[in-house]
T-cell receptor, first 114, second 114 residues
Framework: NAGVTQTPKFQVLKTGQSMTLQCAQD?????MYWYRQDPGMGLRLIYYSASEGTTDKGEVPNGYNVSRLNKREFSLRLESAAPSQTSVYFC?????????????FGPGTRLTVL | AQSVTQPDIHITVSEGASLELRCNYS??????LFWYVQSPGQGLQLLLK??????LVQGIKGFEAEFKRSQSSFNLRKPSVHWSDAAEYFC????????????FGKGTRLHILP
């Protein structure tokens, strides 16, 4: 089991460029999440998908879009990157939505926007 | 709105010494509380969680935490730290409302002296 995988591990963009962060899980989990982690800020939820076919905004959704491609994959897209989006991005999954279920995290993508 | 505070940004302890990481929460009803650990370059891993029942909960890697409602605290403890415990620790709180999301604290980075 690979668990939660994220690609790429590192990325440098110029302001205005677009890119998609990929996330996949092989645990047959229903729910998936995207967080960003900034120094001194902890983790903040960007978007989540409680189940295949549904997505909802989290705490900081502006400037991002998501796609729940299938049960395994949940991608995060930056349409026009801004320096404020420089961060470490984590994808997570859990068996079901709801706080009773442990979230399993990927290793993260470190994104720098110049 | 619920929130969680970790008063200590950095903590340094000697290997073999005891450890206590502080966490305070703000929430009207009974909160659901978590501690996660993030090793360098890795995603987050759940150490332990409290939903109800015994206020002293045991977790993985020899950690425990105690829920004290009167103090709105959920401090993490370990009797004797190992060099491998050097990491960042996040306390989190969640509620059983329609949002069903977890709010993370800003983290405490633990340094271990040999």
């Amino acid at each position: 089991n690979a668990g939660v995988t994220q690609t790429p591990k590192f990325q440098v963009l110029k302001t205005g460029q677009s890119m998609t962060l990929q996330c996949a899980q092989d645990m047959n989990h229903n729910s998936m999440y995207w967080y960003r982690q900034d120094p001194g800020m902890g983790l903040r939820l960007i978007y989540y998908s409680a189940s295949e076919g549904t997505t909802d905004k989290g705490e900081v959704p502006n400037g991002y879009n998501v796609s729940r491609l299938n049960k395994r994959e949940f991608s995060l897209r930056l349409e026009s990157a801004a320096p404020s989006q420089t961060s470490v991005y984590f994808c997570a999954s859990s068996p079901m939505s709801g706080i009773y279920n442990e979230q399993f995290f990927g290793p993260g993508t470190r994104l720098t926007v110049l | 709105a619920q929130s969680v505070t970790q008063p200590d940004i950095h903590i340094t302890v000697s290997e073999g010494a005891s450890l206590e990481l502080r966490c305070n929460y703000s929430y009207g009803a009974t909160p659901y509380l978590f501690w996660y650990v993030q090793s360098p370059g890795q995603g987050l891993q759940l150490l332990l969680k409290y939903f109800s029942g015994d206020t002293l909960v045991q977790g993985i890697k020899g950690f425990e935490a105690e829920f004290k409602r009167s103090q709105s605290s959920f401090n993490l403890r370990k009797p004797s730290v190992h060099w491998s415990d050097a990491a960042e620790y996040f306390c989190a709180v969640a509620s059983m409302n329609r949002d069903d999301k977890i709010i993370f604290g800003k983290g405490t980075r633990l340094h271990i002296l040999p």
